[in-house]
């Protein structure tokens, strides 16, 4: 390895400002991985390497698209190309991130926050009530019969794994798409998508018959010398949710080992500090380390960019493997993962316009920031307009009576319409606001849109399940799914658990990636600002 | 520096004690169980120094899908005349005149969904021995295999019971690992 | 043969409240074990578990803290030799859940019942048996039987007395009564030791027989006598009969003998080589309602009640006057008497096509001799039904039928006696305060009479009612004492349903309850009257345990009492049974055998047949009955306003048996109800009448009113509703009280009979909203080609064209050896169902049940979409709503090659077998119903809550810890809480008929194995059996003539189902209406197909 | 690689990270070898100033993937097709086809853990609940550069690296 240490050809004044563009194979080979994955976009010889130490604001010497010649991949923690606006205030000092960050965790929590964790707890304790009475009496309490035989307890598994993968999203493939704003979200939403699974992966186990049981789905040894079956998607799904689970949790306590140590550092309170230190697992922050932990980050985001899509493959597959009209579709794992992103980047939006609020985090979680994530609802939501389109056009064009039935007559004309007509409505209709620039920008619009979007996605998992099973091929099984009381409760027990959940992470834990952010913080040129006190002076 | 021991040892103590009871509690299943019976009935006495062979007594094995308990007029068969003034005879014969039967207390035990046929297995030559252990060396039943569902799937598929070349094979053979077997391990055998 | 001495081993069992007590507590306990999952928690009562039943709540209690449950194993004292624990006995014996008198086998495990089958040898049901009959066994089991007697006080305080006390109180009671002041007011009896016994009863008290059941043949009988001069109940020769004509009858569904007339209707349905061509029967229904028969027919006419006899008139005059057939043409009696009834006259007024009439005549004419006209039931019964039966013998003498299909000299039938005329005039007499003592036993007339009969009133003016039944119902609510009887299972008994055809009742089980029979409890009336039966004293007295058998304790039985004392020791039923047969039965049909081998021979079978199976002669029709017929009839008129039509229905009959959660849970065959009884109105009338389905109305028929909901049933005639008759109990027990609404309160007293139909009827609306529980989501097929049906012209077509090319092979991504490596090289299960024999009569629903311990879900339940019968009947309606064209198809697993249930069960719960059989291993299911999604046949049924157990609605079979639970089949698991079900071909006989043959030491043959459903399915429309063996009934059924018949339910999913289906043939000349058939395998779609017009909300 | 713990080190404290990739560029020029630094974020470019190699962690990760994926699928078709051969739906007692989720799943998974614990062991991480930083600052926004070196060493190193712009420097001898 080569290393060339260059003074800046135009002699600006100040201190010198080094960037590294990089495209040793070594170095990149979890990016140039990962790569292969998205595509085989990527093709990284290995080679001698350039290292040019080029001075800041030199247009000439960037590659201003960004593809060109497998440099510069490892941006994440590199200083910006000099043509790309700043991604946050240039006044923003190292120092007052950390403030910015943990000085909202400080002291006892407001009477916002006790409110909002009450009616979470609340509503968890209903769900939890419920769950002991169904434990106790049966699955009769829910809304289920013959024909169909899940309800929403599958609707809600699909539709919290679909909120769930927006966190993956923004952590991995934003990452290796090398979009550097998502540094403002990630850490939120890998939380939700922590949180999200957990309420996801509740579901498969409760609408069990005999949930005690839940463990002859994983395939351990007993003395029965009997296995699980390979072939069925529940069992795809063990494995692709477990995984996913485990994945995104060690991606996501990875990210947090770092500013785990900050507040470790800035902690008084003894026992506070020990709970802190025993979290940063005596994270120093040596350089030797860094390159460790940051080509592990890489790794970890080459594999979950794969996992997320194949998880959500492995869920539509439940669907799509089964025979049933309205489900037997192989458009199902494009539109179910477009689903996802779709309602996922939705629920973050939700929850950051609360919380940058709540947080005073307006500087990190820009505007800009949120109308990106609003472009990517929009871009999905046609995407899965597409879908229901390819479905219907399926359907009519195949001239199976089956199939016509489920996906024209039975969706949008009869007694299912209310809730095919409200999935298109939220999901299809509502977000075409995006497409206005003032919407985009538009803290309410935007809010109201994600609910709207959450809503409309709930719903067109409750078509997918619920409709297709309810009039399949004999007609003398057609029946109609209600919910019950019990359903409901249900549902807003998972989302008290959700809610729990996220209200103590935004307590206990750095709502944004700090060792993440300093990294892109770009200073002006002349030195440290001077309007920012240094911590230690 | 680094790490307190306590730290670690606790929740690592915790999980081996949790899974040594599990080991246990599994793998010992019900083995060694050996209840006190009304009638200090002796099968060393019977079946090992006198032996009467498992089927006088228990004749229903070979027809039955039970391996019924002897009724009080099969141990009258003999004890009418044999041992009378025993004590535990002149108790048995009491009950016999009173048309009161003994409550034996159950050791081999399987739960209702196990459709387990004796018959079968006499049939098929199975030995009584080969489940219930060497009864006739002991004087009180105890039990000294587990039952469990692996057991009987070793069973069936190590020592099968093959026809003989005469015989027209009835079931339909089931294969394991390309060799035709007798013994089926359909799961209705057992679960209907 | 059965004797329940060998009960002594057990003889605490029903005596011991305590017993009951502690099942409650063994429920508790384990229950929570169900939820835990833990397998050992099903209450087991399984093969070993009867014998400890007694001990096994102790023990459970006294060992709540040990290692293990506790439980004890109680072997015989002393083993019968002909039982083996574990080994079921079987027993023939006679079902009297009706008067049909139809042949059982009752299987019995550990000395209970356990099953009711047909007995084959049995002329009548000749195998089968019908859904009544199946669930006979839970009326033997049922809770809610009296255990002993009670002390009414007429609806007053129920208190329990001795028997003693009781036979005192009626003693007395037949003493102080003036001379013919005392009556026995039964059911229908026969059997000559059942017949002599209440004779020499009667006789010795002085007393008065009446004869009546909830439906009387009057009009039957009186029409025979006015017609042939004796009243005699015909018989019927339903597998001779190739063209059925029926005027508001229901011979398959309601009829006296039904279970043997479905075997015949049955054998005729059939595709059938008949003088080289293939032929089957044609079946022409004109008919009020929607019945049994209606649904099944050929061709169907809506017809007004009041149209039926102009319509039969009709008929008569095309054939005697027009077509001039038979010698009766020139009869100036018949021709006067027909004038009036020109057949453009008839159809005008009952709204048929022009020609219908000819036409059906000119069929009949080619089949005399091998047709029938059956006119009459309650469907009939507008006051004129009487006349309905003259003229419909009229026309069965003219088709040369009488004598043919048709006969009454040989071997007449006995199975209904009763009569409306006498029961009224009993009536009529209690009201003037006449009779002093009323008896009644097997007949309920508070509850079966007309409103207009005041019965209840009646019998205020009664010095003492005795009422002898097995549980209090509605008549013993009115009576001062109420005695228990037995169960037929219970008691020994004979029957004689056909003159000739005897048979045997036998017990199978000890009583359950305190009791003693009907006929010991007269017996012992008898003794105590100081006199015994001609030759019984003579008898043996049995000693103890007989004495149990006849529910007399030893020691209560010597207990002196006042009357008592001097009254020699009872003689048993069982004695005086074989007295009488001996007499009558043995000595007179000049036997070989010895009297032992005779007797011995008779249990064995179950009967003993010296009966003629050919009818006799012909009799000779009296014309003046037919001028009779019509002289108060003047020229037919189209009906006006709306009548009300009152029917009995095939699932509950009379409502005798409504206590029991599998009649009433199994749906009715054309309404596919359950647990109710509707109003039925075709919707277009309900639709000028402003009336929905689910509103309750207000029936009003003079001054009676009754409130019943309303249901849109496709097929009735527009200006008639119709009810059904024997719901609405008040008390029956826990499980049928209060289900449905009583329809017989609307019938009438005309004259001296009773008007079921034809009365005006004013309905108003109440309320909306009723929840209807339907087992059928849809009633259309929309064009899919799920059941199939052809016109026999139209298949006699196709079966001559050369077959068509197979198609294309089906594309598979499992070509890696793919099926190939599943051969079945031993047996292979497999099913073949007959669309063309199959009635809907729902026996092997009920059979299935039974069975397989498929428990009983309630109404709300079924509301829910959950019931649990793991075969159903689908029945479709295609056509216009106003008479529709109907077809069946029984839909059970599949059991498909290719199951898609298999796939996707993560936990290995349902696989195949090396047989071809899908299993389904309840104790792995955990319960993600991903099977029943992916199921295309929606056959898989989930234990929502404890089904199997009793939970809060009170309407589940409650059977832990009530003597229910000993109906279940210890050899099938009882499912949990949170498993999926289904149909298993009945895995437990297969492994069964293995266990046989390998004992044996030969192959299993076909017919070893028969599932329940086909063991009783009276038209032998399911056969199972080995499709490995091309030799065998399943295969040949699907082969030659039937191969195009034959086709799998959803082929195109490439599912590859074992159950193969034959297709519906239709014999009808015109062309189908529905677009359901072979030749159209995508058929277009109906896009605008919405839910049913009749959807029960 | 050094730690503070081990050698003694001389600690340069920077305010800037520009100032501490210039003082560790040139130090690399003058050889000093196992330089290392504390930063509240990695540096760019420092890795390669400093001369530290780069990560094995991307053959773990390989490694462990198709390590995985090979147990997965070799342990369904051991259960399928081997313990216990049974006719699922009429399928080949192998269907490849049904097992690839499986397959990719468990690569994925014992990839993912393998990834996290060679990191954990690369950094040395592991828990403890007593630690003490060097400087309290180093995990908000100051930058420490580690020059290990003999006690005779210290003085230059110390005056180049306050010419560098090291805002402080301190020894520690351990």
Redesign the interface.
């Known amino acids: 390895?080569r290393?060339e240490?260059a003074t800046p050809r135009h002699g600006l004044a100040g201190?010198?400002?080094?960037?590294?563009a990089?495209s040793?194979d070594?170095?990149n080979?979890?990016v140039g991985?990962a790569t292969a994955w998205m595509g085989g976009a990527g093709d990284f010889e290995s080679g001698t390497l350039p290292?040019a130490?080029e001075a800041v604001g030199q247009p000439a010497s960037m590659q201003a698209d960004g593809t060109g010649k497998g440099q510069d991949f490892?941006l994440e923690?590199?200083?910006l190309p000099a043509e790309e606006p700043p991604i946050y205030d240039t006044r923003i000092?190292?120092?007052r991130v950390?403030h910015d960050v943990l000085d909202p965790m400080k002291g006892r929590p407001g009477g916002w926050w006790w409110g909002a964790f009450l009616a979470a707890a609340g509503a968890l304790g209903i769900g939890a009530a419920i769950v002991a009475l169904q434990?106790?009496?049966?699955?009769?309490i829910l809304g289920?019969?013959?024909?169909?035989?899940?309800g929403t307890y599958i609707v809600n598994f699909v539709f919290w794994v679909g909120i769930g993968h927006a966190g993956t999203l923004i952590s991995a493939v934003l990452f290796l798409l090398r979009q550097r704003w998502r540094t403002a979200i990630n850490r939120t939403a890998e939380a939700m998508t922590i949180f999200a699974v957990i309420c996801a992966g509740m579901f498969?186990l409760l609408?069990?018959?005999?949930?005690?049981?839940?463990y002859?789905?994983f395939?351990y040894p007993?003395?029965?010398?009997?296995?699980?079956?390979?072939?069925?998607?529940?069992?795809?799904d063990?494995?692709?949710v477990?995984?996913y689970f485990?994945?995104s949790l060690?991606?996501w306590y990875?990210g947090l080992?770092?500013d785990f140590?900050?507040m470790?550092?800035?902690e008084h309170r003894p026992w506070v500090k020990?709970i802190y230190?025993?979290l940063?697992?005596?994270?120093?922050?040596?350089?030797?380390?860094?390159?460790?932990?940051?080509?592990?980050y890489g790794?970890?985001a080459?594999?979950?960019t794969?996992?997320v899509l194949?998880v959500h493959s492995?869920v539509s597959?439940?669907f799509a493997?089964?025979?049933?009209p309205g489900w037997h579709d192989t458009i199902f794992p494009p539109y179910f993962v477009a689903g996802a992103i779709f309602s996922g980047f939705a629920m973050v939006v939700s929850l950051l316009v609360i919380l940058r609020k709540a947080y005073h985090l307006e500087q990190y979680i820009t505007l800009d920031h949120l109308e990106l994530m609003n472009k990517i609802i929009l871009v999905t939501s046609t995407i899965v307009a597409f879908a229901y389109l390819d479905e219907i056009f399926m359907a009519w064009y195949s001239?199976n009576?089956?199939e016509?039935?489920i996906f024209?007559?039975l969706r949008f004309v009869?007694?299912y319409a209310w809730a095919g007509w409200l999935a298109v409505c939220c999901n299809c209709i509502v977000p075409m606001v995006f497409w206005f620039r003032r919407a985009r920008r538009s803290l309410a619009t935007m809010f109201v849109i994600s609910l709207l979007v959450n809503v409309g996605m709930w719903f067109e998992r409750y078509v997918i399940v619920v409709t297709s099973?309810a009039?399949?091929?004999?007609?003398?099984?057609?029946?109609y799914f209600g919910p019950t009381r019990f359903d409901i409760g249900i549902l807003i027990g998972s989302f008290g658990l959700f809610f729990t959940f996220f209200l103590l992470f935004v307590r206990f834990m750095p709502t944004l990636a700090?060792?993440?952010i300093?990294?892109i913080l770009r200073h002006p040129v002349g030195?440290?600002p001077s309007l920012q006190e240094?911590?230690?002076a | 520096m680094g790490l307190t021991t306590r730290a670690w040892k606790l929740p690592a103590a915790t999980v081996a004690v949790v899974i040594c009871v599990a080991i246990i509690v599994r793998v010992n299943g019900n083995t060694g169980y050996s209840p006190v019976q009304p009638i200090p009935f002796s099968h060393q006495l019977h079946a090992g120094d006198h032996h009467i062979p498992c089927l006088y007594c228990h004749a229903g094995a070979q027809r039955s899908p039970e391996a019924p308990i002897p009724a009080l007029n099969v141990c009258m068969g003999c004890h009418a005349v044999v041992a009378t003034g025993k004590p535990d005879i002149e108790k048995l014969t009491a009950a016999y005149r009173a048309a009161t039967p003994i409550q034996w207390v159950r050791v081999y035990d399987l739960p209702q969904f196990v459709k387990f046929n004796h018959g079968m297995h006499v049939d098929a030559g199975v030995a009584c021995q080969t489940c219930h252990g060497e009864v006739q060396d002991m004087t009180r039943v105890r039990q000294v295999r587990q039952f469990t569902m692996g057991q009987c799937m070793d069973c069936h598929r190590n020592n099968n019971y093959l026809p003989k070349p005469s015989e027209k094979p009835y079931r339909a053979l089931a294969h394991y690992h390309g060799h035709p077997v007798n013994a089926p391990y359909d799961c209705n055998i057992c679960h209907a | 043969m059965s004797e329940p001495r060998y009960w002594a081993t057990l003889p605490e069992y029903e005596r011991d409240p305590a017993v009951a007590r502690q099942c409650e507590e063994e429920f508790v306990g384990r229950s929570s074990m169900h939820v835990a999952g833990v397998g050992r928690g099903h209450f087991e009562f399984g093969r070993r578990e009867f014998l400890q039943w007694s001990t096994a709540a102790l023990a459970l209690a006294a060992t709540a803290c040990t290692r293990k449950p506790l439980e004890k194993i109680v072997p015989y004292a002393q083993q019968p030799e002909e039982t083996l624990p574990g080994v079921p006995n079987s027993y023939a014996s006679t079902c009297r859940e009706c008067p049909a008198g139809c042949g059982v086998i009752v299987k019995t495990l550990d000395q209970r019942p356990i099953k009711l089958e047909g007995n084959p040898l049995h002329p009548l049901n000749q195998g089968s048996l019908c859904a009544r009959g199946q669930a006979a066994l839970l009326n033997l089991y049922d809770p809610d039987r009296i255990a002993g007697a009670l002390r009414t006080n007429r609806g007053g305080l129920h208190q329990p007395l001795g028997e003693n006390e009781a036979d005192a109180a009626l003693m007395d009671a037949l003493h102080r009564a003036r001379p013919g002041g005392a009556v026995l007011l039964t059911g229908t009896i026969h059997g000559p030791a059942r017949i002599q016994l209440v004779a020499e009863f009667v006789s010795q008290f002085g007393m008065r027989h009446v004869t009546s059941d909830a439906f009387n043949p009057d009009a039957l009988t009186g029409a025979q006598r006015a017609a042939y001069g004796t009243a005699v109940i015909p018989r019927l020769l339903l597998d001779r009969v190739e063209v059925l004509v029926t005027l508001g009858a229901d011979p398959l569904g309601t009829g006296y003998s039904r279970q043997e007339w479905m075997a015949g209707f049955g054998r005729q349905r059939k595709l059938q080589r008949r003088d080289g061509n293939l032929a089957m029967s044609r079946v022409v229904a004109f008919e009020p309602m929607l019945s049994l028969t209606g649904i099944n027919a050929d061709t169907r006419h809506p017809v007004h009640p009041g149209s039926l006899l102009p319509l039969a008139l009709g008929l008569a005059h095309q054939m005697v006057i027009i077509d001039r057939h038979s010698s009766y043409a020139t009869d100036a009696t018949v021709a006067s008497a027909l004038a009036g009834f020109a057949p453009d006259i008839v159809e005008k007024a009952c709204a048929l096509p022009r020609g219908t009439i000819a036409a059906l005549v000119a069929e009949l004419w080619a089949h005399k001799g091998r047709s029938l006209v059956l006119g009459g039931d309650t469907a009939a019964a507008t006051g004129t039904e009487l006349h309905l039966q003259v003229v419909t013998s009229f026309l069965n003498t003219v088709l040369e039928n009488e004598g043919a299909t048709i006969e009454a000299t040989a071997s007449p039938s006995q199975q209904t006696q009763g009569s409306n005329a006498a029961m009224l005039q009993l009536c009529d007499q209690m009201q003037q305060g006449q009779i002093d003592v009323l008896m009644v036993y097997g007949a309920n007339p508070a509850y079966t009479l007309p409103g207009d009969a005041d019965f209840a009133g009646a019998t205020k003016r009664v010095g003492f009612v005795a009422s002898i039944a097995e549980r209090l119902d509605e008549t013993g609510q009115l009576a001062d004492v109420v005695l228990p009887a037995l169960h037929a299972m219970e008691s020994w008994g004979d029957a004689e349903p056909r003159r000739g055809l005897f048979c045997l009742v036998q017990p199978t089980i000890e009583p359950l309850f305190k009791a003693r029979s009907f006929e010991d409890t007269l017996l012992s009336l008898m003794c105590r009257n100081g006199k015994t039966a001609p030759g019984i004293a003579a008898a043996p007295v049995a000693k103890g345990n007989l004495a149990a058998a006849a529910g007399v304790p030893p020691s209560k039985a010597a207990t002196p009492t006042t009357v008592a004392v001097a009254a020699p020791a009872p003689a048993t039923f069982y004695d005086y049974l074989r007295q009488v047969w001996n007499g009558q039965i043995y000595a007179t049909n000049q036997l070989a055998a010895t009297w032992d081998d005779f007797w011995t021979s008779a249990l064995r079978d179950g009967l003993f047949d010296a009966s003629q199976r050919e009818p006799g002669p012909a009799r000779a029709f009296h014309v003046a009955a037919l001028a009779e017929a019509t002289a108060t009839l003047s020229q037919p008129e189209p009906p006006t306003g709306l009548a009300l039509v009152l029917i009995a229905q095939p699932m509950t009959g009379d409502g005798s048996c409504n206590n029991n959660g599998l009649l009433l849970e199994a749906p009715d065959p054309i309404s596919k109800l359950a647990w109710d009884n509707t109003l039925a109105l075709v919707p277009e009338t309900a639709r000028n009448l402003g009336l929905n389905a689910g509103d309750v109305v207000e029936i009003a028929v003079g001054q009676t009113r009754v409130s019943a909901p309303v249901q849109l049933q496709p097929g009735v005639h527009s200006q008639v509703a119709v009810l059904g008759l024997g719901w609405g109990r008040t008390s029956v027990g826990t499980i049928g009280n209060n289900v449905g609404v009583n329809a017989y309160p609307l019938s009438r007293i005309v004259g001296s009979g009773i008007v079921y139909a034809g009365a005006q009827v004013k309905l108003v609306r109440m309320k909306a909203g009723y929840a209807l529980a339907s087992t059928q989501g849809h009633n259309y097929l929309d064009g899919r080609p799920i059941v199939r049906e052809e016109l026999l012209a139209g298949f006699l077509q196709a079966l001559s064209r050369p077959p068509a090319p197979p198609g294309p092979p089906g594309l598979t991504l499992w070509n890696n050896g793919g099926p190939t490596e599943h051969m079945y090289p031993g047996y292979r299960w497999g099913m073949t169902i007959d669309l063309n024999a199959c009635v809907g009569c729902q026996a092997c629903v009920v059979a299935c049940s039974v069975e397989n311990n498929v428990p009983t879900v309630g109404k709300q339940e079924v509301i829910n979409g959950r019931e649990m019968h793991w075969l159903r009947i689908d029945r479709y309606y295609s056509g216009s709503p106003d008479n529709p064209d109907i077809v069946q198809q029984p839909m059970l697993c599949q059991n498909c090659d290719l199951a898609p249930c298999e796939s996707v069960c993560p936990v290995l719960a349902t696989v195949h077998n090396a047989e071809g059989l899908n299993l389904q291993v309840y104790n792995r299911c955990v319960g993600t119903r991903y099977c029943s999604n992916n199921c295309p046949y929606k056959v898989r049924h989930f234990n929502f809550y404890d089904y199997s157990g009793a939970y809060a609605d009170g309407r589940f079979s409650a059977l832990r810890g009530s003597p229910l639970e000993l109906a279940l089949n210890p050899q099938v698991t009882v499912r949990s809480k949170g498993v999926m079900e289904k149909c298993t071909f009945c895995v437990q006989r297969v492994n069964a008929a293995h266990l046989q043959a390998e004992t044996l030491g030969r192959p299993i043959s076909d017919g070893d194995i028969q599932t329940a459903c086909q063991q009783t399915c009276p038209t032998q429309a399911i056969v199972f059996g080995n499709l490995n063996d091309p030799q065998s009934e399943v295969m040949r059924m699907r082969s030659g003539d039937n191969a195009v018949r034959a086709y799998r339910v959803l082929e195109h999913l490439n599912t590859q189902p074992t159950v193969v289906y034959l297709t519906r043939i239709r014999n009808r000349p015109e062309p189908l209406e529905s677009s359901a058939s072979p030749s159209a395998n995508q058929p277009g779609y109906a896009a605008a197909s919405g839910p049913d017009p009749e959807a029960n909300a | 690689m050094p730690s503070l713990r081990e050698r003694p080190t001389l600690v340069a404290m920077f305010d800037d990270p520009e100032a501490l990739l210039r003082a560790a560029t040139i130090l690399r020029t003058h050889n000093y070898a196992g330089l290392d630094a504390l930063t509240p974020y990695p540096v760019h470019g420092l890795p390669e100033a400093l001369g530290l190699k780069t990560s094995w962690m991307p053959r773990v990760t390989k490694t462990a993937f198709f390590i995985g994926a090979g147990l997965g699928f070799a342990f369904q078709v051991w259960v399928l097709g081997w313990t216990w051969r049974l006719n699922i739906a009429g399928k080949p007692f192998v269907p490849v086809p049904a097992l690839m989720p499986v397959t990719f799943e468990s690569g994925i998974l014992v990839a993912g853990i393998a990834t996290f614990v060679a990191m954990l062991i690369a950094v040395k991480l592991r828990p403890t609940t007593h630690y003490v930083p060097f400087d309290l600052a180093l995990t908000n926004d100051r930058f420490a550069l580690l020059v290990p070196g003999t006690a005779a060493e210290m003085g230059p190193i110390r005056a180049l690296l306050e010419q560098l712009g090291a805002a402080e420097v301190r020894t520690v001898a351990n």
């Open positions: 390895m290393i240490c201190p010198v400002r080094a960037c590294l990089i040793s070594d170095a080979a979890p991985s290292v130490i490892m923690h590199g200083t000092t190292l120092n950390t434990l106790r009496v049966g699955l009769g289920l019969r013959r024909p169909e035989m899940w498969p609408h069990l018959g005999r949930t005690l049981l839940a002859w789905l395939p007993n003395d029965r010398e009997l296995w699980v079956n390979f072939n069925s998607p529940l069992v795809w063990v494995f692709a477990s995984t485990t994945i060690l991606f990875k080992i770092p140590a900050t470790r550092d800035r020990k230190t025993a940063s697992l005596r994270w120093e922050g040596t350089a030797s380390g860094w390159v460790h932990y940051e080509s592990s790794l970890f080459a594999i979950a794969p996992l194949s492995v597959a439940d493997v089964a025979l049933v001239e009576p089956y016509k039935h024209i007559w009869g007694p099973l009039q399949d091929f004999l007609p003398s099984n057609w029946g700090m060792a993440e300093k990294a030195g440290q240094k911590s230690h």
